[in-house]
């Protein structure tokens, strides 16, 4: 999305890249950039946005088997499988990376929405002792 000054009228024009636009195409005003069908999208993103981050967080927990997870419970394989068949796409590799030094255990940074809940409530399900309330801000 981009912001452009319209010379002509002084106001500011919204540019969004859209196939149902087109390849682009200029709103004339701030009203119709909040009715475009794209903006649930663009919430729909940030809403994937934090469960990704969650999973970011998640995969190092589990390597480290810390916060009441076992990494012995499953195989790097089966967990990415797990996470995937889940709605949460992993790869093998990205299970393994999590393992690296560089991989951060971080505490209190997810953005608490209905996503990460179910996120966590999916994890729970299968990890009882998880104790997901580290992932989110309080």
């Known amino acids: 999305m981009w912001l452009t000054p319209n010379p002509a009228s ?68 089966e967990l990415a499988r797990w996470l995937t068949d889940g709605g949460f796409l992993t790869s093998k590799e990205v299970v393994e990376n999590a393992k690296r030094p560089s991989a951060k255990l971080v505490e209190h940074v997810v953005v608490r929405n209905g996503a990460v809940d179910h996120s966590v409530a999916f994890v729970q399900a299968e990890f009882p002792s998880f104790r997901g309330h580290r992932l989110c801000a309080p």
Request: charged share 20%.
């Open 10 to 77: 002084g106001l500011l024009h919204f540019t969004i890249n859209d196939p149902s636009y087109g390849l682009t195409h200029l709103m004339a005003d701030f009203q119709e950039f909040q009715a475009a069908p794209r903006i649930e999208s663009i919430r729909r993103s940030k809403r994937d946005l934090a469960v990704t981050s969650a999973r970011r967080i998640f995969l190092p927990a589990y390597a480290c088997s810390t916060w009441g997870l076992d990494a012995k419970a499953m195989i790097y394989s």
